[in-house]
């Protein structure tokens, strides 16, 4: 009989925060500043999607706003009141609301909180390999390749 490689029970709050991207392009790093990220799913070995505890500061962005090609998303609000920002406009959310992100629709979408509060979620996503990003309101594009997003401009130029 093998020992368990994997824990069968995390307190979350005990997990480290994910540091900021260091792939992501310097230009935009400032602007993700005043999130911050527990990633849980990777300590019980999970490898097919991501699922992470997220917190927003007041004044925070989840991400830029973006749209996946293959990786669906999902989040579910624990606490807080972020303002939702897709291509339809904006829409609050609030404690016991969740949203979900098709990939290949194109509709681009990110978490603002305008509040004076935190703002606590769960945001869960598959890691499809070979899916792209597109940034419609930034000059960045990201494709995912060997675990990693890359960035690039629009124009396919490095950062």
Request: charged share 25%; hydrophobic share 35%; with cysteine.
């Amino acid at each position: 009989m093998s020992s368990k490689p994997w824990p069968v029970a995390i307190e979350a709050a005990t997990l480290p925060l994910r540091p900021v991207p260091t792939n992501a392009p310097k230009p935009f790093l400032e602007r993700i500043r005043g999130r911050e990220k527990q990633v849980l799913g990777d300590p019980f070995g999970i490898s097919n999607f991501g699922v992470n505890l997220t917190r927003l500061k007041p004044g925070a962005v989840s991400a830029l706003r973006h749209a996946h090609a293959k990786q669906d998303e999902f989040i579910y609000v624990l606490e807080g009141t972020p303002t939702l920002v897709t291509d339809a406009g904006e829409t609050p959310l609030k404690a016991g609301v969740c949203a979900g992100f098709k990939a290949g629709t194109g509709d681009a979408h990110h978490l603002v909180n305008r509040s004076t509060a935190d703002v606590l979620f769960i945001e869960v996503g598959d890691r499809s390999a070979g899916d792209a990003v597109t940034y419609p309101d930034d000059d960045v594009q990201a494709v995912y390749v060997d675990g990693k997003f890359r960035y690039a401009r629009k124009d396919g130029t490095p950062y």
